[in-house]
Every structure is written in structure tokens, then in C-alpha cells.
């Protein structure tokens, strides 16, 4: 295989292994839209690492954790509803990351890569940076496993059990954040939330727990991977999308077997 390939399998399957839980948790809660509007939020980072003259990859960080953040407060906002603040926050941090890119970024950053990923483009640094990523979330999510069941099963029931919901909660949006930041320049800002959810989705028809349908989340993102890789080398399509596509076909297999859990 070539260097670059082996690369961007690496790299792919990093992003996987920790998306896999994260997503399942984001399809139990259902928050596919707020890793959406995550998502976006990336490219108003990528705005203001041109705008600020700072590192691309750490101001999208910094953007991606600080809307997590901003979305935690705005959920005790009775007077809207919270997909529709999601809504507003979607789009106008994306329309926002758009528009400064266009005025800040022209001829200086690769829009297509950052909006659809640049996966066979990833290198060294990129693979170093994921590893890191999955060393902080992988212990922490299996630290707060059981107290994130609880708040997604009931969250009532478990501030009544001396849960912390809030902290918890905060922790679980701050991971989402974290994952989507790193993984953006690899599968992109229009694609990250396709491989959370689906995976995710897929796996719940063929898993009996939990903890298995977390595992087996993170096997289909990596089987989806490796098979638009495949795809990419041998019919010259771009890998973020051929992913997607690929994730998808498994879980239209999926749908095909009733679900035990």
C-alpha cells in the first residue's frame, strides 16, 4: 500500500474508534443536530485562525469547545425551543465562517478540503494529533460511562441517585466538540456528523448492550473507512464521501435484522 494510504487508514480508523461511542450516545440523546451545529462552528474557527493570524487547528478547537459550551447554557432557555436555537446557531456560525473565509481567506486555505475533508492528505502530525485526541476521550468517556447511561435513561431519576447531570453533561458535549475539531480536516465540516450518526445508527440494530453497540460502532466507522479508501484508490472518488457512502450501505444492511436492543 502506499505511504499516503496507510496514512489516511490510520487516521480514518482513529477518528472512528472514538467516534463510535460518542455517536451512540449522541443517537440515544438524540443530538445529531448539535454535532451538526458543532460542525459548523468549525469553519467560523478556521475564520478566525485567518483572521487572528493563530493556528487554524487550534482556533477551531477553541470555537468548537466554546459553542458546546454556549449551547449548554442555552438549553435552560425556556422561551425557544432547542433544536430551533440550534437552528439559529447552525447556520449563522456557518454563513459567518463563510463569508470571513471569503473576505480573509482568499487564495490562503483549501475551502473544498475543510468543507468535504482532505483524507488521503493526512500526515504524520495528523495521525499524532488523533492518537492524542482518543488518549483523552477514550478514559474519561469510560470514567463517566455508567453516569452518562443514567442521565440518557432518566435524567431526573438519576439527580435524584446524586448524579451530577450538569458537569456530566458538559463533559459529554466538550468530547463531541473536541472530536469534531480534530477530525474536521480529515473527513470535513459537512461530513464529521455523518460519521457519528451513522455508524452509530447501524450498530443499534446489531447489538444486544450498550457497550456493545458502542464497540460495534466504531468497527462499521472503521469498516467504513477503510471502505471508502478502497473505493477512493480504485475509482479515483473523494474518501470523506465515499465513507459516508459507504457507512450508509451498512446501514441499510442493518435495517435488515431486527434490533435486540
Same mark, same amino acid.
Given at each position: 500500500?502506499?505511504?499516503?494510504?496507510?496514512?489516511?487508514?490510520?487516521?480514518?480508523?482513529?477518528?472512528?474508534?472514538?467516534?463510535?461511542?460518542? &455517536? +451512540?450516545?449522541?443517537?440515544?440523546?438524540?443530538?445529531?443536530?448539535?454535532?451538526?451545529?458543532?460542525?459548523? +462552528?468549525?469553519?467560523?474557527?478556521?475564520?478566525?485562525?485567518? /483572521?487572528?493570524?493563530?493556528?487554524?487547528?487550534?482556533?477551531?478547537?477553541?470555537?468548537?469547545?466554546?459553542?458546546?459550551?454556549?449551547?449548554?447554557? /442555552?438549553?435552560?432557555?425556556?422561551?425557544?425551543?432547542?433544536?430551533?436555537?440550534? &437552528?439559529?446557531?447552525?447556520?449563522?456560525?456557518?454563513?459567518?465562517?463563510?463569508?470571513?473565509?471569503?473576505?480573509? =481567506?482568499?487564495?490562503?486555505?483549501?475551502?473544498?478540503?475543510?468543507?468535504? =475533508? %482532505?483524507?488521503?492528505? !493526512?500526515?504524520? %502530525? %495528523?495521525?499524532?494529533?488523533?492518537?492524542?485526541?482518543?488518549? /483523552?476521550?477514550?478514559?474519561?468517556?469510560?470514567?463517566?460511562?455508567?453516569?452518562?447511561? +443514567?442521565?440518557?435513561?432518566?435524567?431526573?431519576?438519576?439527580?435524584?441517585? =446524586?448524579?451530577?447531570?450538569?458537569?456530566?453533561?458538559?463533559?459529554?458535549?466538550?468530547?463531541?466538540?473536541?472530536?469534531?475539531?480534530?477530525?474536521?480536516?480529515?473527513?470535513?465540516?459537512?461530513?464529521?456528523?455523518?460519521?457519528?450518526?451513522?455508524?452509530?445508527?447501524?450498530?443499534?440494530?446489531?447489538?444486544?448492550?450498550?457497550?456493545?453497540?458502542?464497540?460495534?460502532? +466504531?468497527?462499521? &466507522?472503521?469498516?467504513?473507512? !477503510? =471502505?471508502?479508501?478502497?473505493?477512493?484508490?480504485?475509482?479515483?472518488?473523494?474518501?470523506?464521501?465515499?465513507?459516508?457512502?459507504?457507512?450508509?450501505?451498512?446501514?441499510?444492511?442493518?435495517?435488515?435484522?431486527?434490533?435486540?436492543?
Amino acid at each position: 500500500m502506499p505511504e499516503f494510504l496507510i496514512n489516511a487508514l490510520i487516521a480514518g480508523c482513529g477518528v472512528a474508534l472514538v467516534a463510535g461511542p460518542l &455517536g +451512540s450516545f449522541a443517537v440515544w440523546r438524540r443530538m445529531a443536530y448539535f454535532g451538526d451545529t458543532l460542525a459548523h +462552528s468549525a469553519l467560523t474557527g478556521v475564520a478566525l485562525g485567518l /483572521l487572528l493570524s493563530i493556528n487554524i487547528n487550534l482556533a477551531v478547537t477553541l470555537c468548537c469547545l466554546l459553542l458546546a459550551l454556549v449551547l449548554l447554557g /442555552l438549553q435552560n432557555n425556556q422561551s425557544l425551543t432547542t433544536d430551533t436555537l440550534l &437552528g439559529i446557531l447552525s447556520h449563522t456560525s456557518l454563513a459567518f465562517g463563510l463569508v470571513m473565509v471569503g473576505i480573509f =481567506g482568499e487564495g490562503r486555505i483549501d475551502l473544498y478540503g475543510y468543507l468535504f =475533508g %482532505d483524507l488521503l492528505a !493526512a500526515n504524520t %502530525d %495528523d495521525i499524532l494529533l488523533i492518537a492524542a485526541t482518543c488518549a /483523552l476521550v477514550l478514559p474519561l468517556l469510560a470514567w463517566l460511562w455508567k453516569p452518562l447511561l +443514567s442521565i440518557t435513561v432518566h435524567e431526573e431519576l438519576a439527580r435524584v441517585e =446524586g448524579i451530577k447531570v450538569a458537569p456530566v453533561k458538559a463533559a459529554l458535549m466538550l468530547m463531541m466538540a473536541l472530536v469534531i475539531a480534530v477530525a474536521m480536516k480529515v473527513v470535513g465540516v459537512l461530513l464529521i456528523t455523518a460519521l457519528l450518526i451513522i455508524p452509530a445508527a447501524a450498530s443499534r440494530r446489531l447489538s444486544k448492550t450498550p457497550e456493545q453497540m458502542a464497540v460495534m460502532a +466504531s468497527v462499521l &466507522g472503521m469498516v467504513s473507512i !477503510a =471502505g471508502g479508501l478502497a473505493l477512493s484508490f480504485y475509482y479515483d472518488s473523494p474518501a470523506g464521501p465515499s465513507s459516508v457512502l459507504v457507512a450508509a450501505t451498512l446501514f441499510c444492511f442493518a435495517q435488515m435484522r431486527k434490533s435486540d436492543f
